[in-house]
């Protein structure tokens, strides 16, 4: 099983676009989670359009319960049709509680190991036989695609009629405790001979999906009329008293937000460097964790975010656009090790100057404190061997590598920022400092 949120999975999609082709010698389910509305992302992207690209058959749940059920479903399809399987969640099922029966543990054998090129060596006329043969899977899924009682029809009044997946389905039964509804738990590739027939027996069709227009965009491919949301729905989140003016055609009236913006804790050591940077007045291409919230008041000292990894790059890339700007680059320890060498390796086969600040707190802080590579501890609190960042950026080729803690060095950290920021040079500026927030540190 792979888990991630839905930007984890871009960050995936090399192996994943491959491993379509390759299918599994076991089962094989993507978890995924979507979060409509933002909650905690830097982009809504919505990962059913990944099964359709992908060609991998899509699993949603509506609740917590079928969210464990659906797994099981989910390793079976995947075996018995050699493909992973992507169950596709959103933030509403993850963050929700209900009873279940866990029922028994199924322990597969562990098949051998074998060499089986033609399955899992992808170079192009190997891959050129596996491209045919996930074609005709893509067909046997759509059969039980029909057949499956993950795709499920509850006749009521016959009326309306309503299609929806995932949570948007418990907020309909919500609003329209009496509607007939085809609910979608296996909303990828479409059965398209149930939704034939469930239009044909309800007076008016209406679809009901949270984000993209995925399922009406294919009812519309398939000629078949539905009544569809005005377009502002595919911004924000559903909620259960959004549903009957999406059905009635409206627009969709946010709430104001009256939530406090988040902020940095009080006393994290991330405040001290950004103040260095603040009284310098830099241009300061940001990246992915609690550092982020520097773009905010008071401190409004961070001017890019757009993926992991990116305080690195875009600090190179900016300065060729900008060669008088004082511009500088900050990433997390974390952030760093998982996607931030690689931009500073790039950055000294370039030849790039400027200030690269890694803020390590020692921990994964923003995520709620998971151990990283550099923390010298495991996923599960065990030691390991730690990785030396100073000796990795050395090892990459970088001018000059400070390790200065912001917080009890503080005027000294402030002199060495300015000295490095007008020197000619590429620099990283360990500012190490333990989170606040984590035991034991600090
Ligand atoms: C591509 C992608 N993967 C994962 C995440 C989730 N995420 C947000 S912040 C973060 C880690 C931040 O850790 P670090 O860089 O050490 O900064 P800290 O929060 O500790 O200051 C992760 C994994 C994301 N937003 N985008």
């Known amino acids: 099983m792979y888990a991630s949120k839905h930007v984890g999975l871009n960050v995936a999609m090399d192996p994943l676009m491959t491993a379509s ?15 409509p509305g933002m909650h905690s992302s830097q982009n809504e992207q919505d990962t059913r359009w990944v099964g359709l690209y992908s060609k991998m058959p899509v699993l949603e749940p509506s609740n917590p319960r079928e969210a464990k059920e659906f797994v099981k479903e989910a390793f079976e399809i995947s075996e018995k049709f050699d493909t992973p399987v992507i169950l596709r969640m959103v933030t509403r099922v993850s963050h929700t509680k209900q009873d279940m029966d866990l029922g028994e543990r199924i322990v597969p054998e562990q098949p051998p190991l074998e060499k089986n090129p033609a399955k899992y060596v992808m170079v192009p006329k190997l891959a050129y036989k596996k491209h045919i043969l996930v074609e005709e899977r893509l067909n046997k899924l759509r059969e039980f695609a029909e057949k499956t009682s993950l795709n499920k029809v509850e006749m009521n009044d016959t009326k309306m009629g309503i299609i929806t997946s995932s949570m948007a389905y418990s907020y309909v039964k919500e609003a329209y ?16 001979e149930k939704i034939r027939k469930f239009a044909k027996s309800v007076d008016e069709l209406v679809v009901v999906e949270e984000l993209d227009p995925f399922i009406e965009t294919h009812i519309k491919a398939m000629g078949i009329e ?10 924000g ?33 991330h405040f001290f460097s950004f103040n260095a940077m603040k009284k310098l007045d830099l241009f300061v291409a940001g990246d992915i964790g609690c550092y982020t919230l520097a773009c905010l008041p008071p401190l409004q000292t961070l001017h890019t975010t757009v993926c992991m990894g990116a305080g690195v790059t875009f600090n190179e ?10 511009i500088v680059g900050v990433v997390g320890d974390s952030t760093f090790v998982h996607s931030g060498v690689t931009g500073l390796i790039n950055a000294v086969y370039n030849n790039a100057k400027g200030v690269i600040f890694i803020l390590d707190n020692s921990i994964t802080a923003m995520t709620g404190g998971q151990q990283n590579p550099a923390t010298g501890m495991t996923i599960r609190n065990e030691k390991t061997k730690q990785l030396d960042l100073k000796a990795l950026c ?14 009890k060095e503080n005027k000294e950290f402030e002199a060495l920022v300015e000295k490095r920021v007008n020197q000619d040079a590429l620099s990283v500026i360990i500012a190490k400092h333990p989170c606040k927030l984590i035991k034991n540190l600090g």
Not at 177 to 192: E, N, Q
Not at 398 to 403: K, L, M, R, T
């Open 394 to 407: 050395l090892a990459c080729g970088v001018d000059h590598v400070d390790v200065i803690d912001p917080v």
């Open 177 to 192: 405790p009496k509607a007939s509804i085809l609910k979608l738990g296996f909303s990828y590739p479409f059965c398209d």
């Open 317 to 326: 890339g900016l300065r060729k656009a900008n060669p008088d700007a004082k």
């Open 237 to 269: 989140e559903l909620r259960p008293e959004l549903i009957k003016p999406l059905i009635n055609g409206e627009k969709k009236v946010e709430k104001e937000n009256k939530d406090r913006p988040p902020r940095l804790c009080p006393g994290c050591p």
């Open 21 to 35: 082709y390759t299918g599994v010698t076991a089962g094989f389910v993507i978890v995924v989670c979507d979060d």
């Open 226 to 235: 539905a009544k569809t949301k005005d377009p502002s729905f595919m911004i």
